[in-house]
């Protein structure tokens, strides 16, 4: 892990926790009809910055250390705290994010290849 | 990806799940006009009962825990010339709430749509992956 940090840098591990929390979202959409569930999400920033601390943190430790609860804006009565507007904006954020992480990386790689090449 | 429970599984299931719940409100507005010679037999609404599937902490997917009878009770009809009346002319209608089925209806179909969204954004962003370097 240590050799591929140096060479994405942060960008590896964003992608990572990305793609975490492609999950969690799927998930909350998943249970938009389930009574009594409560839709559950990750503090992005904090779970990068867990990551990519150095103190042996891996990305599914980062991810479950920055987990909370979503905050319905308006209670329904079965319990569910599932929002359907916001999960669906919040999913479609995380998603041109981790194409952009993408970007990134493939930023990278170019410039590695090209160097490597000696063009 | 470390989850048992891929984007894949997650939103395949909850698909599963929606849809097991547009065939119980077809049969209800199937059911919606039938009419019972007692109030024992008559049809009433069926309705599915949605429960959460737990992987690791968050990541969650959705299945048809059962299906269960509505508590609406048939409304007695004097109408003497059915055949299947009672001795007092009555016939009972099935226990459906129609107006409640279609908003149902809409709201399953929208949620099985949402659910379709998802897979096709992690499918792209999964095939990007793959790609990448190339």
């Known amino acids: 892990m240590a050799n591929g940090e140096t060479l994405f840098g942060l960008h590896g591990t964003a992608l990572a926790l990305r793609s975490q929390r492609l999950a969690l979202l799927a998930s909350n959409i998943a249970n938009a009809a389930t009574p009594n569930y409560k839709a559950r999400d990750i503090d992005f920033n904090k779970a990068l910055e867990a990551a990519t601390s150095g103190n042996g943190t891996n990305v599914d430790q980062a991810a479950r250390g920055a987990l909370g609860y979503r905050v319905p804006l308006e209670a329904s009565l079965d319990g569910n705290t599932v929002e359907l507007a916001t999960e669906q904006t919040q999913f479609a954020e995380n998603a041109v994010k981790y194409r952009t992480t993408l970007s990134f990386l493939e930023g990278r790689i170019g410039t590695i290849m090209s160097a490597l090449r000696g063009e | ?134």
Do not use: C
């Open chain 2, 1 to 134: 990806m470390a989850n048992n429970l891929s984007v894949f599984d997650i939103a395949g299931r909850a698909m599963s799940a929606q849809m097991l719940r547009l065939n119980t409100t077809a049969s209800n507005l199937a059911n919606a006009s039938s009419t019972s010679g007692s109030e024992a037999t008559a049809f009433r609404a069926i309705k599915p009962v949605f429960k959460t599937v737990t992987d690791s902490p968050g990541v969650a997917t959705v299945q048809v825990d059962r299906v269960v009878s509505s508590n609406i009770t048939p409304t007695k009809r004097h109408d003497p010339t059915n055949p299947i009346a009672d001795k007092n002319g009555d016939v009972w209608d099935a226990g459906v709430d129609t107006a409640a089925e279609m908003v149902e209806m809409i709201e399953a179909s929208r949620q099985y749509q949402n659910n379709v969204q998802v897979l096709q954004t992690a499918k792209t962003l999964t095939l990007d992956t793959l790609r990448i370097g190339k």
